[in-house]
C-alpha cells in the first residue's frame, strides 16, 4: 500500500471519527444522524456501487423555523430539516437509513381508489425520500415517507410513517396473534392496508384492505384486522386467529397512500413447546442390567433443540452430564411440529440405587429448559419397605406361633413323663 494511500485512508477515519464525534456529542440537542444510501449505476469505467453519505437530521416545526442550530463540523455531512407531526421520529433511534422515494400510482386492485381522482400535487415533482429508523436497543421501527416542506431544498415534512413495536416476534403454534403495525398519515382519507407473508422467496398476500372504500380486497380466513382501532386509532395489526407453522418467516405491513407507501417487516417465529416424557418409569434393574433410558420428546419446533442425559448420584447436591447418549431420526407431525427420541444406556448396580437420572431439553420455548427424572431401584439392595416390615412381622407372628405351640407340646410330653415318673415313685 503506497504511504499516500494510507494517510488518505487516516484522514478520511480522522473525519468520519470528528464527524460521528459531533453527532454523539449533539444527541443532547434535537437532531438524529441517518446515512442517505444512493445506488450509483454502473457506467463504461466503474460498475454500480452505492454511495453513503452522512446525513444530520435537524427537527423544525411547521413553518420550517430551526429549534436547535446545527452541531456539525464536517463539510460532507448533508443537513436536513425536518417537521415531524407524527411524533414518531426520535433522536433515540441507532440506525437510520435515507432512500429515494419515487411517487407513482400503484396498480394494485386495493389501491386504485387512492389516486382515481387523478390530481396530482406539484409537490410530487419535488424531492422525497424513505427514512428508515430502528432502535436496538428495543426493536421499535418506523419507516417514514419525507415530503417537500415550503420551497427549501433541504426541507422536509413527515407524510406517512409505518411503525412497529419489534422487528422480531415468537408466536406459539395453534395459539392466536397480533402482528403490531401502526400508521401515521395525518388527515388523509384515502389509504390502503396490505399485509403479505414471504418465506424462502415465497409470497402470499394475507390481507388487502381499501381503507377509502372500506372494502376487503382480500383476506386469508384465518386472518382479521380490527377496523375501530384501525380507523380511530390507525391500528392496522393484522390477527391471526390460529397460528401455524407456515406463518413463519417475514410478515410485511405495506401502507398505501395516493403515490406514497411506506412499509415495516416483522420476522416471525413459531414455536411449540416440547413435551417430555422419561421411560421406563417406574426405573427398577437387577445389579449387572444393561438398561436403555428413553427420552421423548414430541411436538416441537423449530427443529433445533439439544438433549441431554444427567444423573445425580445418592448424596450428590447436582446431577452430572452423562455422556455417550444417542438420537433417533425426527419425525414431522401434521401440524408441522417435529418429535425426536433420545437413548443413554447405563449398567445397574448396586451404587447406583437411588441415583434419579434427568433428561433435560433446551428448546427455544422455553428459556428455562425441560427437565424430566427417574430414580432408579436396584433390586436387593433397597431399605425394608413396608411390605418388607409387614412380611417380616407376620413371619415372626408366625414363627412366635410355631414356637409357643412347640413350647406347649414339649411342656406336655416332659410333664406327662414327669407325672408318670411320680405315679410310679407314689406306686412304689
Ligand atoms: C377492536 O379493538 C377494540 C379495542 O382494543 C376492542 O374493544 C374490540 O373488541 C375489537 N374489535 C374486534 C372485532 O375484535
Given at each position: 500500500m503506497m504511504p499516500s494511500t494510507i494517510y488518505k485512508l487516516y484522514y478520511i477515519l480522522l473525519v468520519h471519527t470528528v464527524g460521528l464525534l459531533t453527532v454523539s456529542a449533539s444527541s443532547g440537542t434535537k437532531s438524529l444522524s441517518c446515512w442517505l444510501v444512493k445506488e450509483i449505476s454502473a457506467t463504461e469505467t466503474k460498475p454500480r456501487s452505492i454511495q453513503q453519505t452522512p446525513v444530520l437530521i435537524q427537527f423544525?416545526?411547521?413553518?420550517?423555523?430551526r429549534?436547535s442550530s446545527p452541531e456539525t463540523t464536517d463539510p460532507d455531512t448533508l443537513l436536513f430539516y425536518v417537521?415531524?407531526?407524527?411524533?414518531?421520529l426520535s433522536t433515540e433511534f441507532t440506525s437510520c437509513e435515507i432512500t429515494d422515494h419515487?411517487?407513482?400510482?400503484?396498480?394494485?386492485?386495493?389501491?386504485?381508489?387512492?389516486?382515481?381522482?387523478?390530481?396530482?400535487?406539484?409537490?410530487?415533482?419535488?424531492t422525497w425520500y424513505t427514512l428508515a429508523a430502528s432502535n436496538r436497543l428495543?426493536g421499535?421501527g418506523v419507516s417514514f415517507?419525507l415530503?417537500?416542506?415550503?420551497?427549501?431544498k433541504d426541507h422536509f415534512?413527515?407524510?406517512?410513517?409505518?411503525?412497529?413495536?419489534?422487528a422480531?416476534?415468537?408466536?406459539?403454534?395453534?395459539?392466536?396473534?397480533?402482528?403490531?403495525?401502526?400508521?401515521?398519515?395525518?388527515?388523509?382519507?384515502?389509504?390502503?392496508?396490505?399485509?403479505?407473508?414471504?418465506?424462502?422467496?415465497?409470497?402470499?398476500?394475507?390481507?388487502?384492505?381499501?381503507?377509502?372504500?372500506?372494502?376487503?380486497?382480500?383476506?386469508?380466513?384465518?386472518?382479521?384486522?380490527?377496523?375501530?382501532?384501525?380507523?380511530?386509532?390507525?391500528?392496522?395489526?393484522?390477527?391471526?386467529?390460529?397460528?401455524?407453522?407456515?406463518?413463519?418467516?417475514?410478515?410485511?405491513?405495506?401502507?398505501?397512500?395516493?403515490?406514497?407507501?411506506?412499509?415495516?417487516?416483522?420476522?416471525?417465529?413459531?414455536?411449540?413447546?416440547?413435551?417430555?416424557?422419561?421411560?421406563?418409569?417406574?426405573?427398577?434393574?437387577?445389579?449387572?442390567?444393561?438398561?436403555?433410558?428413553?427420552?421423548?420428546?414430541?411436538?416441537?419446533?423449530?427443529?433445533?433443540?439439544?438433549?441431554?442425559?444427567?444423573?445425580?448420584?445418592?448424596?450428590?447436591?447436582?446431577?452430572?452430564?452423562?455422556?455417550?447418549?444417542?438420537?433417533?431420526?425426527?419425525?414431522?407431525?401434521?401440524?408441522?411440529?417435529?418429535?425426536?427420541?433420545?437413548?443413554?444406556?447405563?449398567?445397574?448396580?448396586?451404587?447406583?440405587?437411588?441415583?434419579?437420572?434427568?433428561?433435560?431439553?433446551?428448546?427455544?420455548?422455553?428459556?428455562?429448559?425441560?427437565?424430566?427424572?427417574?430414580?432408579?431401584?436396584?433390586?436387593?439392595?433397597?431399605?425394608?419397605?413396608?411390605?418388607?416390615?409387614?412380611?417380616?412381622?407376620?413371619?415372626?407372628?408366625?414363627?412366635?406361633?410355631?414356637?409357643?405351640?412347640?413350647?406347649?407340646?414339649?411342656?406336655?410330653?416332659?410333664?406327662?413323663?414327669?407325672?408318670?415318673?411320680?405315679?410310679?415313685?407314689?406306686?412304689?
Amino acid at each position: 500500500m503506497m504511504p499516500s494511500t494510507i494517510y488518505k485512508l487516516y484522514y478520511i477515519l480522522l473525519v468520519h471519527t470528528v464527524g460521528l464525534l459531533t453527532v454523539s456529542a449533539s444527541s443532547g440537542t434535537k437532531s438524529l444522524s441517518c446515512w442517505l444510501v444512493k445506488e450509483i449505476s454502473a457506467t463504461e469505467t466503474k460498475p454500480r456501487s452505492i454511495q453513503q453519505t452522512p446525513v444530520l437530521i435537524q427537527f423544525t416545526d411547521a413553518s420550517g423555523l430551526r429549534l436547535s442550530s446545527p452541531e456539525t463540523t464536517d463539510p460532507d455531512t448533508l443537513l436536513f430539516y425536518v417537521f415531524d407531526p407524527s411524533g414518531k421520529l426520535s433522536t433515540e433511534f441507532t440506525s437510520c437509513e435515507i432512500t429515494d422515494h419515487l411517487p407513482q400510482e400503484v396498480s394494485l386492485d386495493w389501491a386504485r381508489s387512492l389516486t382515481e381522482e387523478r390530481l396530482s400535487p406539484p409537490a410530487l415533482g419535488k424531492t422525497w425520500y424513505t427514512l428508515a429508523a430502528s432502535n436496538r436497543l428495543d426493536g421499535k421501527g418506523v419507516s417514514f415517507v419525507l415530503g417537500p416542506l415550503g420551497d427549501k431544498k433541504d426541507h422536509f415534512s413527515v407524510s406517512l410513517a409505518v411503525y412497529s413495536v419489534s422487528a422480531t416476534q415468537q408466536a406459539q403454534l395453534g395459539k392466536p396473534l397480533s402482528l403490531p403495525c401502526g400508521i401515521w398519515k395525518g388527515h388523509q382519507p384515502r389509504f390502503a392496508v396490505e399485509w403479505r407473508h414471504r418465506a424462502l422467496g415465497a409470497g402470499s398476500l394475507l390481507y388487502a384492505y381499501d381503507g377509502w372504500k372500506d372494502k376487503i380486497e382480500e383476506h386469508d380466513p384465518n386472518c382479521h384486522l380490527n377496523f375501530s382501532t384501525l380507523h380511530s386509532e390507525g391500528d392496522a395489526s393484522l390477527l391471526i386467529e390460529n397460528v401455524g407453522v407456515s406463518h413463519q418467516g417475514t410478515l410485511l405491513c405495506t401502507i398505501y397512500l395516493p403515490y406514497l407507501r411506506a412499509q415495516r417487516e416483522i420476522q416471525l417465529v413459531v414455536t411449540a413447546k416440547p413435551h417430555v416424557t422419561l421411560q421406563p418409569s417406574p426405573l427398577f434393574a437387577h445389579p449387572g442390567e444393561e438398561v436403555t433410558l428413553t427420552c421423548d420428546i414430541s411436538h416441537f419446533h423449530p427443529l433445533e433443540i439439544s438433549v441431554d442425559f444427567l444423573v445425580q448420584l445418592p448424596g450428590d447436591s447436582h446431577p452430572t452430564l452423562l455422556s455417550g447418549s444417542t438420537l433417533s431420526a425426527h419425525t414431522h407431525n401434521q401440524d408441522g411440529s417435529h418429535s425426536i427420541t433420545a437413548y443413554q444406556r447405563m449398567v445397574a448396580s448396586s451404587a447406583l440405587n437411588g441415583a434419579r437420572y434427568f433428561c433435560r431439553v433446551n428448546h427455544v420455548s422455553v428459556p428455562k429448559g425441560i427437565s424430566t427424572s427417574q430414580t432408579l431401584k436396584v433390586a436387593g439392595v433397597s431399605g425394608p419397605s413396608l411390605e418388607d416390615i409387614m412380611y417380616l412381622f407376620l413371619t415372626a407372628l408366625f414363627l412366635y406361633g410355631t414356637l409357643s405351640y412347640l413350647r406347649r407340646k414339649a411342656m406336655s410330653l416332659f410333664g406327662s413323663q414327669e407325672d408318670m415318673k411320680a405315679q410310679k415313685n407314689k406306686s412304689e
